[in-house]
């Protein structure tokens, strides 16, 4: 029987496949480490680049990320990922409100994962990775030298203060699996509170971040999602909710940053108020969406056939 792995394994294994890193604890810090690997370019972004600070965690953080670095690969020059902050379920010093989150369903070995997950997706991109306290003075200061426009939150388990909130120019935005328009869902148990409301549909909403969780202004919101099973039941169980509700993510996060690029490159500044993010859903899309949940599908993300991605950008 193998032993379970700790956070200490984790690093060891961030050592191992990613050359020429740094790991530094960061001043003030209760937790957590800042891992910088060797940047791939040394040259400036342009002015017009939109610099951006990704915060978050899991297979909802993975798929906002997943955005992000589509983006950077398919028009590069367009955004630059400075840093990325997420959760570290194995510490067990991290104030993350694990026992309350989407962690308390997984083993220490599928945390590993998800954690493993993201920050192998960052790190070979030469973006520096931050597992730890950000309500301290040595994140504060990074921060400043990250510098971004805007910050993308997706499944993150800490308070994010009013430093932090008030820091980028073109501001920050939180995906929740939830329609928070509607009052549902906010808080660390969207899906716990679906169940609890015996709900047949949720959306994904994106909002602005202020100091009171998922308080802020609402931007916009998915279509429509299916939350019951085949046979028209409701569904008890919250990872398959979970998953069934990450279906839009990726395009949704899509479309807001190419938003913000475009206000960056006008020389906008300020939140953005409003995006319809029902309009960049095609109709295949959208009968996706609402397709009923199958419990044999745990663990996946299912996307359109290549040929139906019908999302515009």
Partial sequence: MHPLPTDQDLIDRIRHTTPHITITTLEGSRWGRLISPAPLSTLPPKPATLNMVFIGSWTLGLLALEALTGIMKEQPGMINLRGLVTDDPLDTEAKISAKKRFWRYYSDTEKEKYEWGILHHALPLGIPCYTGDIKCDGFHKVLKEWDPDAILVAGFGQLIDEIITHYPPLGIYNIHPSDLLQGY???????????????????????????IIDSGSVVGRSPEINVLLQ??????????????????VEPMARELVLELAA????????????????????????????????????????PLPEGERSYTV
Wanted: glycine content about 10%; overall charge positive.
């Fill in 185 to 211: 869902g906010a808080g660390p148990q969207p899906w716990e509170d679906l169940i609890a409301r015996k709900a047949n549909t949720s959306r994904v909403t994106i909002h602005k971040v202020t100091e």
């Fill in 231 to 248: 046979d028209g039941s409701h569904c008890n169980d919250a990872r398959m909710i979970g998953e069934k509700t990450f279906v839009p």
């Fill in 263 to 302: 206000r960056k490159k006008a020389g906008k500044t300020g939140f953005i108020d409003q995006i319809d993010f029902d309009n960049i859903f095609g109709p295949a899309y959208k009968s996706r969406l609402m397709e009923s949940i199958n419990l044999s599908e745990r663990g996946r993300i299912l």
